[in-house]
Nanobody, 122 residues
Framework: QVQLVESGGGLVQAGGSLRLSCAAS????????MGWFRQAPGKEREFVAA????????YYADSVKGRFTISRDNAKNTVDLQMNSLKPEDTAVYYC???????????????WGQGTLVTVSS
């Protein structure tokens, strides 16, 4: 099984930017499509963005489309989430996830990271 570790969370003002990174280890990274999810306080976990095995295809939640960009580096076994024009409603714990299938199957993902907290102040 692949292991995932996120980094890059923190506190940022509204309108600012933040870049999250997820490092994968264990099984072959290119066997997995990758995604980012988030969970705000008191809310259910929700999908944010996903990227295919090669990185040639991506898709996003409507709430982040045009502001967030997902990318991956298969040589470094990493997947990043560039977040621009951040809003207070983007405040959440952000999780990296791996899935053998693309589009992702949120109810049957292969692995999750431990999460990294993003706080956007107004």
């Amino acid at each position: 099984q692949v292991q995932l570790v996120e980094s890059g969370g923190g506190l940022v003002q509204a309108g600012g930017s933040l870049r999250l990174s997820c490092a994968a280890s264990g099984r072959t990274f290119t066997n997995y499509a990758m995604g980012w999810f988030r969970q705000a306080p008191g809310k259910e976990r929700e999908f944010v963005a996903a990227i295919s095995w090669s990185g040639g295809s991506t898709y996003y939640a409507d709430s982040v489309k045009g502001r967030f960009t997902i990318s991956r580096d298969n040589a470094k076994n990493t997947v990043d989430l560039q977040m621009n024009s951040l809003k207070p409603e983007d405040t959440a714990v952000y999780y990296c996830a791996a899935d053998e299938y693309y589009p992702l199957t949120p109810n049957a993902l292969d692995a999750w990271g431990q999460g990294t907290l993003v706080t956007v102040s107004s």
